[in-house]
């Protein structure tokens, strides 16, 4: 009996591998949609005359287009991010596809929006962040002309910063089996691991939109490794329960498990089949990793690994590109802040782009995923406050399921700042959003971002999370833990620094505003709730067992340009009163990608390779013959300075230092200028030449880092990141422009215009140079260099390959011509 058994089961395995096909069709539903703006509800209507509508192509961002303008506010970056607008797209499904479903998906509208088939109602969703699913079947016309019709009605104030307005992030089109996984329907955690075997417990939901259950169903799982190996695989009979839905729960080993790690994050891929009498209907693929994750009072460990968390808070925006999600973009964010150091992203304070988390889970970073930046008590007029009541709890799930598979996920943050850790009522709703993201995914922590400690400890909101996320509260992480031996403590967001890039003022003293709008590039200014980078590094180095650090800000995003406009930080206020400063002075990098000083103190402290960087520039006639403060951020143990050859002397890091002001009181009454010991400084005799700095490591030279004094700009130079890109319509190449004198020395305070003329299959997808206070427009073929520097981005035409060629010119300097490959 059991061996005809086996011999029946081997069969059936034979001939369900034999019969899969690629059952589930999945394509982007991005190209081709007509966009205007206008408040016309008519426009939902078939047969609404759409001619003279600009035909443009998913994902679209219209507030980037600008114009600035003084009347919208600054807060949220003094672009039109609200109004009204519609997207329509004409689109057939072959008449072959009747009797499938057939499913839009749409990874985030910004935002309120209502979705119309043939113009009838299928769908609203008000928040911007989240993506969703809709069912399109029974609104359909197969084999004929179908209609979508998409409203997008932001309201101003919908966020603290920039958050973008219109469909800007990809559209999936499905077709599927009536009997099919669920959307966001397969749960993988890894119970146990060992060096000899992974346990994996995958959930699979199967949905029954066809209400037949006739016939034996099955569900495959193959576990395939990085090269496409099948490594485990496991096949159960189901069937559906009285809601035409099942959940299969199936236990799989994968042997000598890859582990997911930051310098090797290995994917594997699960393919779930579901048969139907051996036939198979539906197939869904999920990418996911095999890892440990623990926190203790210790720290944070990573595969049984002590890690220190290096991260820094991201808002959604890419810079002069706006909001639209780009992957190439995102990429490049990414890959600069690995660069930096960073081993964590903060996706602050909403949940972020697939793009995004597909892109740290195959490059090894951490993440901590946030839902939301209020609850009930709002922050601006038109933020989630407004929404929260009916629709948190979907919001919620809806991003716990969508993104629970991501390895590179280690925590749940279910809000920043929230008002309630003032009252007794935030105790409730924290229970609640706790409670929910434990019963949808078990294998990892809860937290919050908490400004507000003490009253967040006092109301029990920072004892129902499970990990103690302080926003700037440095100052307290020993004292929370000493009076609450159980809690884990972290800096769930840090620092706040501010300055421009590339801009110095002498001499050096905290400035709250200059007339230029710009932030001197020394290190020291911060809003008072905030602190220089070096105030966080003291208490994470003094206090081990705090898990690390989420900076406040990797990059300079759109709005919110503190120290300029704005009476505080969480009020209305009136945010145009230093007009036109748009973008945030916080990034450790600036709105066009450049990294900032900032970046390097970062480095010095996070990276292991021997860096040294020194600032202020070298260009200091004008201000005469004064004595001019040098800092040098370095990893080595000492640095000599030199000026034209002779020696200023060598300072050792972390001994040469007056001690840095670490307590809140000392700190708001901030000195002008100061010392630490994660900083060299010198004072210098200023001479023109050449300053150099060398690194050493147990007395031997290891790195180096020299600037010149420039003489007049003299020509352009141009350094593309990528100088062959794919010609898929999306791809991009990012062109650093450089200002020069006649001997390649950088001008650091250049501020030329510069033409740009791109022939071949490409086009200017954005320019831009970092200077939060300008208004021009970031979609031109022109830019004026900001203390050296602006940035082209040029983008790839669809299906068109060849040679692109970039010329850039400017009155009076000589001009520069490239070659970029489309392939
Ligand atoms: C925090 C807030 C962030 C940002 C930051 C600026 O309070 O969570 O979103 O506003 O301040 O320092």
């Not at 033409?755 to 954005?766: D, E």
């Amino acid at each position: 009996m059991n061996k005809l058994f086996g011999l029946l089961l081997i069969i059936l395995l034979f001939s369900c591998k034999t019969t899969e096909t690629q059952v589930r069709e999945r394509d982007s539903f991005n190209d081709n949609w007509l966009f205007k703006k206008t408040k016309d509800s008519l426009a939902s209507a078939v047969e609404f005359d759409d001619s003279g509508w600009r035909q443009l192509n998913l994902p679209h961002d219209w507030a980037i287009e600008g114009p600035f303008k003084p009347e919208y506010n600054l807060r949220t970056g003094g672009l039109p991010i609200f109004g009204t607008a519609w997207y329509r797209k004409h689109f057939v499904v072959d008449a072959s596809k009747k009797g499938s479903i057939v499913t839009l998906e749409f990874d985030g509208v910004m935002n309120n929006s209502t979705v119309y088939i043939n113009g009838q109602k299928v769908y609203h969703r008000p928040y911007g962040f989240i993506g969703f699913e809709i069912d399109i079947t029974p609104y359909i016309n197969f084999g004929k002309d179908n209609l979508i019709a998409v409203e997008v009605s932001p309201e101003v104030l919908s966020a603290r910063w920039y958050p973008g307005a219109g469909i800007y992030r990809n559209v999936w089109l499905e077709i599927k089996n009536p009997i099919h996984i669920r959307h966001w329907g397969t749960q993988i955690t890894t119970p146990n691991i060992t060096e000899q075997k992974a346990d994996l417990a995958i959930e699979t939901k199967i949905e029954n939109v066809q209400n037949d259950q006739k016939g034996n169903y099955r569900l495959q799982t193959i576990i395939y490794d990085k090269q496409g190996k099948e490594v485990a695989s496991k096949i159960n009979d189901f069937k559906f329960n009285s809601d035409q839905e099942s959940l299969v729960q199936q236990n799989l080993i994968v042997e000598k498990p890859q582990l997911w790690d930051f310098k090797t994050p290995y994917l594997y891929k699960a393919v779930s089949t579901i048969y139907k009498d051996d036939v198979a209907i539906d197939n869904y693929s999920t990418s996911f990793g095999i890892r440990t994750i623990e926190f203790t009072r210790d720290g944070f460990f990573l595969n049984g690994r002590k890690e220190k968390i290096k991260g820094v808070c991201l808002h959604n925006d890419l810079g002069p590109l706006g909001a639209a999600v780009n992957y190439r973009a995102t990429q490049r964010q990414l890959e600069i802040m690995k660069k930096m150091g960073v081993n964590a992203i903060r996706t602050s304070h909403n949940p972020t782009s697939p793009e995004q988390l597909e892109l740290c889970d195959k490059m090894g970073l951490l993440v901590m995923a946030e839902a939301f930046d209020c609850w009930h008590e709002g922050k601006t007029e038109n933020d989630y406050h407004k929404y929260w009541e009916d629709w948190h709890e979907k919001d919620l799930r809806d991003m716990l399921r969508r993104d629970r598979n991501h390895p590179s996920i280690i925590m749940w943050s279910i809000g920043n700042e929230v008002r309630e850790q003032g009252s007794k009522k935030g105790y409730e709703i924290a229970k609640s959003l706790v409670g929910i993201c434990h019963e949808e995914d078990v294998s990892r922590p809860t937290t919050a971002g908490f400004n507000n400690l003490n009253a967040a400890i006092k109301n029990g909101l920072a004892d129902e999370v499970d990990l103690v996320g302080a926003n700037y509260k440095p100052t307290l992480y020993a004292k929370t833990r000493e009076e609450h031996p159980n809690w884990i403590v972290y800096g769930s967001e840090t620092a706040s620094c501010v300055s421009s890039r590339g801009y110095y003022v002498l001499p050096v003293k905290k400035y709250d505003k200059l007339k230029s709008l710009q932030v001197n590039s020394y290190d020291i200014d911060s809003p008072n709730w905030a602190y220089p980078p070096d105030v966080e590094f003291h208490f994470q180095d003094s206090i081990p067992g705090v898990l690390g650090e989420f900076v406040w800000t990797g990059f300079d995003y759109l709005g919110e340009p503190t120290p300029y406009g704005g009476k505080d930080n969480l009020t209305h206020g009136n945010w145009n009163t230093d007009w036109p400063s748009r973008s945030s002075y916080f990034g450790a990098v600036d709105l066009a990608g450049f990294p900032k000083d900032r970046f390097y103190l970062y480095q010095s402290q996070w990276t292991t390779e021997p860096m040294v960087h020194i600032l202020p520039h070298w260009n200091w006639e004008g201000y005469g013959n004064k004595i001019i403060p040098v800092y040098c951020y370095t990893n080595c143990d000492e640095v000599e300075l030199f000026l034209n050859g002779k020696s200023l002397g060598k300072k050792i890091k972390g001994v040469d230092k007056t001690q840095i002001p670490v307590s809140f009181g000392a700190w708001n009454g901030r000195p002008n200028y100061f010392d630490s010991p994660y900083r060299l400084s010198w004072n210098v005799d200023y001479k023109p030449g050449e300053l150099i700095a060398v690194g050493f490591k147990s007395g031997k030279e290891v790195a180096r880092e020299s600037i010149k004094t420039a003489s007049e700009p003299n020509k352009i130079e141009l350094i593309p990141d990528r100088s062959i890109i794919y010609a898929d319509g999306e791809d991009l190449s990012f062109i650093t422009v450089k200002i020069e004198d006649g001997n390649s020395v950088f001008c650091p305070l250049a501020d030329n215009l510069v033409n740009f003329k791109v022939s071949g299959p490409a086009t200017i997808a954005a320019v831009g140079n970092g200077n939060a206070a300008s208004i021009e427009p970031f979609q031109a073929n022109y830019r004026k260099a900001f203390n050296g520097l602006c940035l082209l981005v040029i983008k790839s035409k669809k299906g068109e390959t060849g040679d692109i060629t970039i010329e850039a010119s400017s009155n009076g300097l000589k001009s520069k011509t490239i070659t970029v490959k489309s392939e």
